[in-house]
């Protein structure tokens, strides 16, 4: 039996003027996947997580996460994921324990709720050293890090970001890495994009490939489902994904290695469950 | 094979880089609207050239005519002042584009350098500079003829002094501006610096109506001292020569050049370094100490909900942090003393200014003042935040809430200051009359919703990321600038308005009835543009995001 997806779009299209950078991508992602979206530089994969989270507005096609109309609901949405989204939204002139109390307070956390989230979480990312020292004086790695933190303090079902490992060392890249994988050990659904295949390859479940096809080409026509026009998403599992995914294939979707944890909630900002 | 490098090639590209980013710029509905306003305030200043410029021509035709050639030390002072000064109060007025970005290309140091100066000449204050002492150049040469070579020699030089000054200022600015503390002390000694000019005015009205030997001694000095300065070892060098004192005015000439070298010299220390691509990054220099945190607990605002007061607690934090902005924020204080010693010396002459003719109007008046120098923040409400305004539209909180939050900020400043004006007006005037403060406080209840219902539009609609730690390089939308001046314009035409009223009748209690009835009109209307924040910004979120999280 199928299970109902976390992520799903129908004719999801995105112009910009004349431009058309996402056109008409369906695309269903089930629950506890780490999912993810790889294409190359420009192929609409920021574009793509930008309408998921409500940061962009597309021109047409529908959304719903984990049930819910994004365009109809879109707080309710917002209440069940979190998002790091390109330029990371950090506020410089916090320091990172005030910006993740601050975080955790606009996800609807209490304040000593969110204080002492910020704090685990903040331990759990080594960033608990210098707790004087501004957003803006942080390191690339140290951002990315605090961004993810600020996107799980409120222990989300939905984990959206985009090009997480961009820029960070692989002293940083390991911490997240780990929080990203005990998340979906727990059940959270994590969507993730990158123009590196090699990361996809070894963190997610299922991934899916966007890209550019010249005009209505033939490529759209053989993956009707996928693509209507002048994109196409081949989805498969990861393991089989290099063998099975040559150019103008469509792949069903499977479900990934790690089973869906529907159970129970994410909580982040444990330190002993991130270990 | 490795392509040539032809410095002429590099600069004509460079050139037309700029002109294709000016008309690129005007694609978009906003740019062609920003064009708009640019021009407005184009043209104003057009007006104050060339006015500045007739002003110059005949005050040199006079004094060279009249043999006291030494005398255009009193145009070329103002000129100096105004080519040094100028571009650090009105960045919003000024383009200065980044010419860091171009190290990337393989530029040789000579162009780099080239290209600094020529950024720099193409500032309005530059521009207006040049026009101010071509007006000199034009006055000298209508009066004395056989002078122009000279004077052309002196001026050019002069010019270019003020050229590579400014650069130099902005380059050393830069330097101490690019790391968070130092930016900060900066901008506390920047705006120290302005307002012990503020304070000359008053000062001198204070003490030059009694003689005072003193002083006499005193203006001596400062006019052996300007002379060696460079406006006035240029106006030397012309003088000098128009007696036919050559060599003296050969020997004022060198000076200046060598002034202008040895400050060519501090330029190039700096150019040299961004050349080389020195790293200014703050977090580097900062020692790593682990120091202890405790559990920090969030700001509670009862009544308010969690969303609203952590946003409130942000922008506090924001600007606690930021000593420009803080420092700005209690000029009303300033200015109250400064037009107190100023009413004081006119006092003595029985001449004293408006607020000493009207001194109910002291308390209103400085209550407005707190509320215009806001319009910073309440018009730019995310310039701050940059790309952190992407985290207010992921997050699971209604926009408006957001604005509430920040306009309860805002208005905390408001009362605060207003407080302390209340303080101030009664410590350097007396206590304001009851039915005045009442009124005043009306007032406030009208504007200040009104100033938010059009703060958060703008805010939106043209918004210009910004950082709260430097002074004098905010970036503002010129469409912002109309547009609030306009506002407030209107905002104090009423005002005086109502009290006019209020004096006619003899009763200052109709100015709180009228104010109260105003306010009844502007509140409402805050409560709709609030109301429709939502889905404003969702409207607008593409063009907000692109504007504050460009890098």
Same mark, same amino acid.
């Given at each position: 039996m199928d299970l109902?997806?976390?992520?799903?779009?129908?004719?999801?299209?995105?112009?910009?003027?004349?431009?058309?950078?996402?056109?008409?991508?369906?695309?269903?992602?089930?629950?506890?996947?780490?999912?993810?979206?790889?294409?190359?530089?420009?192929?609409?994969?920021?574009?793509?997580?930008?309408? %998921?989270?409500?940061? %962009?507005?597309?021109?047409?096609?529908?959304?719903?996460? @984990?049930?819910?109309?994004?365009?109809?609901?879109?707080?309710?949405?917002?209440?069940?994921?979190?998002?790091?989204?390109?330029?990371?939204? @950090?506020?410089?002139?916090?320091?990172?324990?005030?910006?993740?109390?601050?975080?955790?307070?606009?996800?609807?956390? &209490?304040?000593?709720?969110?204080?002492?989230?910020?704090?685990?979480?903040? &331990?759990?990312?080594?960033?608990?050293?210098?707790?004087?020292?501004?957003?803006?004086?942080?390191?690339?790695?140290?951002?990315?890090?605090?961004?993810?933190?600020?996107?799980?303090?409120?222990?989300?079902?939905?984990?959206?970001? &985009?090009?997480?490992?961009?820029?960070?060392?692989?002293?940083?890249?390991?911490?997240?890495?780990?929080?990203?994988?005990?998340?979906i050990a727990r059940g959270a659904t994590i969507f993730l994009t990158s123009h590196v295949l090699e990361i996809v390859e070894r963190l997610c479940s299922h991934v899916a490939i966007i890209h550019q096809t010249p005009g209505r080409s033939g490529l759209a026509r053989r993956a009707p489902r996928r693509s209507r026009s002048r994109h196409s998403l081949r989805i498969g599992r990861r393991r089989s994904f290099r063998r099975e995914a040559h150019p103008g294939t469509t792949v069903p979707a499977h479900r990934g290695r790690h089973a869906p944890h529907r159970s129970g909630t994410f909580v982040a900002g444990m330190k002993a469950k991130f270990a | 094979m490795t392509p040539t490098l032809h410095r002429r090639a590099q600069l004509s590209a460079i050139a037309e880089l700029r002109w294709r980013m000016f008309v690129n710029g005007l694609r978009s509905k906003r740019g062609k609207m920003e064009l708009v306003s640019r021009i407005i305030v184009t043209a104003a200043f057009s007006l104050g050239g060339l006015g500045g410029f007739a002003a110059a021509t005949v005050s040199a035709w006079y004094f060279v005519s009249q043999g006291k050639a030494e005398f255009l030390a009193v145009v070329l002072w103002p000129i100096f002042f105004f080519w040094q000064v100028f571009p650090v109060m009105a960045t919003a007025f000024t383009n200065n584009p980044d010419s860091g970005e171009l190290l990337r290309f393989p530029l040789n140091y000579s162009s780099y350098f080239l290209i600094r100066l020529a950024y720099g000449f193409f500032d309005p204050a530059s521009a207006l500079g040049c026009v101010g002492v071509f007006g000199v150049l034009l006055g000298t040469t209508v009066a004395r003829p056989a002078l122009f070579p000279w004077a052309l020699l002196v001026l050019l030089t002069f010019a270019i002094f003020n050229l590579v000054l400014m650069q130099t200022v902005f380059a050393w600015l830069e330097r101490w501006l690019a790391q968070r503390r130092t930016r900060e002390i900066m901008g506390v000694l920047f705006i120290l610096f302005m307002l012990s000019f503020q304070l000359i005015g008053p000062m001198m009205e204070r003490f030059d109506k009694k003689p005072r030997p003193e002083l006499s001694r005193a203006a001596e000095i400062v006019t052996q001292l300007q002379a060696v300065l460079p406006p006035g070892l240029a106006a030397s060098a012309i003088a000098q020569t128009s007696h036919a004192q050559f060599v003296s005015g050969l020997g004022s000439l060198l000076f200046l050049a060598a002034v202008t070298t040895a400050i060519g010299f501090l330029l190039n220390l700096r150019l040299r370094a961004q050349f080389r691509g020195e790293n200014l990054s703050e977090a580097a220099a900062r020692p790593t100490v682990a120091q202890a945190q405790g559990l920090q607990v969030g700001w509670n605002l009862s009544g308010f909900s969690q969303p609203v007061a952590a946003v409130f607690e942000k922008e506090v934090r924001y600007l606690a942090r930021s000593g420009p902005m803080l420092l700005t924020l209690i000029m009303p204080v300033f200015m109250l003393l400064v037009f107190r010693l100023g009413g004081k010396g006119n006092a003595l002459q029985h001449q004293p200014n408006f607020f000493g003719r009207v001194p109910d109007m002291v308390f209103p008046g400085a209550a407005a003042y707190a509320l215009l120098v806001l319009t910073n923040l309440v018009f730019n409400s995310f310039g701050g935040d940059a790309a952190g305004v992407q985290f207010f539209f992921a997050s699971p909180v209604h926009f408006r809430q957001i604005m509430l939050g920040k306009n309860l900020t805002h208005a905390s400043i408001l009362l605060a200051n207003t407080a302390l004006a209340w303080i101030a007006v009664s410590y350097f005037y007396g206590t304001p009359q009851l039915a005045v403060s009442i009124a005043t406080v009306a007032g406030l209840l009208f504007a200040t919703p009104l100033n938010f219902a059009a703060g958060n539009l703008l805010s939106i609609y043209s918004p210009k990321k910004r950082d709260f730690a430097t002074f004098g390089r905010q970036n503002v939308s010129q469409m912002t600038v109309l547009a609030s001046l306009g506002l407030q314009i209107v905002i104090v035409a009423i005002g005086v308005g109502v009290f006019a009223i209020a004096h006619l009748y003899q009763n200052l209690w109709i100015a709180s009835v009228i104010f109260l009835g105003l306010a009844a009109i502007s509140n409402p209307v805050y409560v709709i543009v609030l109301r429709r924040m939502d889905s404003i910004a969702l409207q607008r979120r593409e063009t907000l995001l692109a504007e504050l999280c460009r890098a």
């Open positions: 109902a997806p976390t992520i799903s779009t129908q004719g999801l299209s995105r112009r910009f003027g004349e431009l058309v950078a996402v056109d008409g991508v369906n695309l269903r992602v089930a629950p506890g996947q780490f999912f993810g979206f790889l294409g190359p530089n420009g192929a609409g994969k920021s574009t793509t997580i930008k309408m %998921l989270t409500g940061l %962009l507005a597309p021109s047409s096609g529908k959304i719903e996460i @984990l049930g819910i109309d994004l365009n109809a609901h879109p707080v309710e949405v917002k209440r069940q994921i979190g998002v790091v989204p390109e330029g990371m939204a @950090l506020f410089g002139r916090l320091t990172g324990a005030e910006f993740l109390s601050f975080a955790g307070r606009m996800y609807g956390l &209490d304040r000593t709720t969110a204080a002492k989230r910020a704090a685990e979480l903040l &331990d759990f990312m080594q960033l608990a050293d210098q707790p004087k020292k501004l957003v803006t004086d942080y390191s690339h790695g140290m951002q990315k890090k605090l961004a993810l933190a600020a996107a799980v303090i409120h222990g989300p079902k939905v984990l959206f970001l &985009d090009e997480p490992f961009e820029g960070v060392d692989a002293i940083a890249a390991g911490t997240l890495k780990s929080m990203l994988q005990g998340m | -």
